[in-house]
C-alpha cells in the first residue's frame, strides 16, 4: 500500500499541486482593463476586421456594450450575422453593422474602404486590425493576388487598409485633440521567432523549415505587425496627424484560429487528448480574457500620450523583456509594402 500511496503522492497529488500553483500565478500576472480611466466611445464610430468568432467578437461586443457604432468587417458574413444576433442575447447597446472584408484580396480591401467611406464617412475613432490566419506549420498558402498568405492576410491586408482609412481616423482626431484617433493591431509573442528576409518575403525561393508547433510563415507576419506599428507611430507623428497606434500581445488564447488545419494534420493522440486539456487548464486565456489587451489599448487614459508601442497583460511591453525592434527594418518594410499593395 505505501508503495501506491507514493506513486500517487509523486505521480498525481505533487504534479497537480504545481500545475494549480502555476495556474493560479498566470493569472495573477494578467492584467485587467480599468473600466473607470477609459474614453468615452459611445456614439463613436469603430472597426474591428475579423469580428464573426474568437478575440474579434468579443471585441465588438465590448464595444457595442459601451454604445459604440461598430463595423464588423468579415470575410464571412453568414457567420457575422450569427455572431451580432449572439451579441444581441446579452446587449442592446450602441450599434452593429456588418460590411464585407476579405483581407486576402486587395480588391476587397478598397472595396470595403471606399464604401465605408460612402457610407459612414465623417470619422473613425478605432481600427482594430484583430483578423488573421494561422497557416500550419511547413505549409504555404498564396492569396488571390499571389502574396503568401500569413504576410499578405495578417500584414498587407491591413497595411493597405489602415492606409486608406487614414484620412478617415485623421478627422475624428481633429475633432477632439485631447483624445486621438487610434489604430490597434493585435499581434502575437511569436514575432520573437520571426525574421523578414527582404529579398524574399513570400518565401518563393527560401526553403521553408518549421518546428511542428509553430509556422515560421505566422511569425513572419506577426512581426511585420509589430514593424509596422513602429512606423506608423513615426510618420503620424512626422505628419502631426492626431491618431495614435499600438501593437499587442493578447496571450495564448483558446480561438478557433489555425484549427482547421490542425483537423487536416491532427497532431498525435497524446497531444490532443492529455498534453493539450492540461495545457489549456493551465495557460491558455478564453476569448473574452484575450480581447483585455485590445480594450486597454483602444480605450486607456493611461496611452493617450504614447504611440508605436507594444502592451501585454493591459500593461506596456518594454524592450528589456523583448527583442527591440529595428527602426531600418520597419521603414523598409513600408516602402516594399506601399509597392506591394500598389498604394501610391
Not at 13 to 36: E, Q, S, W
Not at 275 to 286: A, E, R
Not at 318 to 325: E, Q
Request: charged share 25%.
Amino acid at each position: 500500500m505505501s508503495f501506491l500511496y507514493s506513486i500517487i503522492l509523486y505521480f498525481i497529488i505533487i504534479p497537480a499541486f504545481i500545475l494549480l500553483v502555476i495556474r493560479f500565478t498566470i493569472r495573477k500576472l494578467r492584467g485587467k482593463v480599468d473600466l473607470t480611466n477609459e474614453v468615452d466611445v459611445s456614439g463613436k464610430t469603430v472597426i474591428v476586421t475579423g469580428a464573426s468568432d474568437g478575440i474579434g467578437k468579443v471585441t465588438a461586443e465590448e464595444f457595442a456594450v459601451r454604445g459604440a457604432r461598430v463595423i464588423l468587417a468579415c470575410r464571412n458574413l453568414q457567420k457575422a450575422e450569427r455572431a451580432v444576433a449572439d451579441i444581441r442575447t446579452r446587449t442592446t447597446n450602441g450599434e452593429m453593422i456588418i460590411m464585407h472584408l476579405d483581407l486576402s484580396s486587395l480588391s476587397s480591401v478598397r472595396k470595403f474602404s471606399s464604401e465605408f467611406i460612402e457610407k459612414y464617412g465623417g470619422g473613425l475613432s478605432i481600427l482594430v486590425n484583430n483578423a488573421g490566419v494561422l497557416n500550419a506549420a511547413g505549409k504555404r498558402k498564396l492569396t488571390e493576388d499571389g502574396f503568401e498568405e500569413a504576410f499578405g492576410v495578417n500584414h498587407l491586408g491591413h497595411f493597405l487598409l489602415t492606409n486608406l482609412l487614414l484620412p478617415e481616423l485623421a478627422k475624428a482626431g481633429e475633432k477632439n485633440l485631447s483624445e486621438p484617433s487610434r489604430v490597434v493591431i493585435v499581434s502575437s509573442l511569436a514575432h520573437t521567432w520571426g525574421s523578414l528576409n527582404f529579398n524574399d518575403l513570400m518565401y518563393e525561393k527560401t526553403p521553408l523549415e518549421d518546428w511542428r508547433m509553430m509556422s515560421k510563415l505566422y511569425s513572419n507576419s506577426k512581426l511585420a505587425n509589430n514593424l509596422f506599428n513602429l512606423e506608423l507611430a513615426k510618420r503620424l507623428r512626422s505628419g502631426k496627424v492626431n491618431v495614435n497606434c499600438y501593437a499587442l500581445c493578447p496571450g495564448i488564447v483558446d480561438t478557433n484560429i489555425g484549427k482547421e488545419d490542425m483537423m487536416n494534420n491532427p497532431p498525435p493522440v497524446y497531444v490532443t487528448k492529455i498534453l493539450f486539456p492540461i495545457f489549456k487548464w493551465v495557460i491558455m486565456k478564453d476569448s473574452k480574457e484575450g480581447a483585455e489587451t485590445t480594450m486597454y489599448c483602444s480605450l486607456s487614459k493611461y496611452l493617450t500620450h504614447q504611440s508605436g508601442e507594444m502592451y501585454r497583460n493591459c500593461e506596456f511591453w518594454d524592450y528589456s523583456k523583448r527583442p527591440k525592434l529595428s527602426e531600418k527594418d520597419a521603414t523598409k518594410l513600408w516602402e516594399m509594402s506601399e509597392k506591394l499593395v500598389k498604394l501610391n
